[in-house]
């Protein structure tokens, strides 16, 4: 058995996050953290007890040594990031916003130590994972790492594990900046989205659908469920990246469709109540004293480290909001 249960790979950026409210320009004083949805959702799933290698490449400097201490401090097996001396570690600039509006971001990135990472460091050790976890930023970085997005999942595939993928579409990191919706799919209606889904062969579909919660579809079930109430929304960066830990951890434990969207609604919620891309993202024990929506299965779970079935591979797919209602 793989001593890996969850691969996720892609660009973990040092972030510069304003200690004051305004424009960036005018801000004096930053707090320095960590930022990238694809380790954001690696970290929550390492806070629930699963072993979850990442896969990337940082530069041979201060970031990237902050970035690298701070996801080992996490759980994560690093032993697949690879030091690049030539490029440097990308990094973002963050706004305070305190009314619960997104925050502005700034991006430096381009030609980044992650965005160099190619199909060359694909191992077969992180083949043995029992689920990859993809998102639509790698592809976007580069030539390289789109094919390497591409080998992943379509060797993981191969190999009958499961896949999860959430397009999470940053249209200034693409050449063209259409609606996600409507360039993923062309349909507004979640149904449609879904069954769009079901006809390429994905076996289930969970879409969120802020204040109204989320959507979900598979061959044999489909339904809403409801959203988690929020009163008060500190930082809504990082809410999809919730919902995508919910759902794969519950899956990965065995529980139903609905069930796994109960959770991701549940952790999503609690994302936008911390400052910061994960510093909401709970552990274990956070989970036992949750909701029974989100918590079901959870004493069952905490035991099994690697459960023995392997959860179906789904398509976790983003829209608007993250399956929380904003009451403030």
Known sequence: MSEIDILSFGETMAMFVAEQAGDLASVGQFHKRIAGADSNVAIGLSR?????AWLSRVGDDSLGRFVLDTLRNEGLDCNHVAIDPLHPTGFQLKSREDAGADPQVEYFRRGSAASHLSVAAISPELLQARHLHATGIPPALSDATRDLSRQLMTQMREAGRSVSFDPNLRPALWTNGLSEGR????????ADIAAFYLDQG???????L???GAYYRTQLDQGFVAAVPVTNVVDTVGA?????????SALLENLSFAQAVQRGNWIGSRAVQSRGDMEGLPTRADLHAAPVAAAEGCDKAAGLRRPQESAPALQATAACGSGYTDLH
């Open 48 to 52: 629930l007890g699963f072993n979850v």
């Open 210 to 212: 802020g204040a109204h």
């Open 183 to 190: 360039l993923l799919t062309g349909f507004d209606d979640p």
């Open 202 to 208: 994905v076996e289930a579909v969970a879409i969120k």
């Open 240 to 248: 999809g990246d919730g919902f995508a830990v919910g759902m794969i």
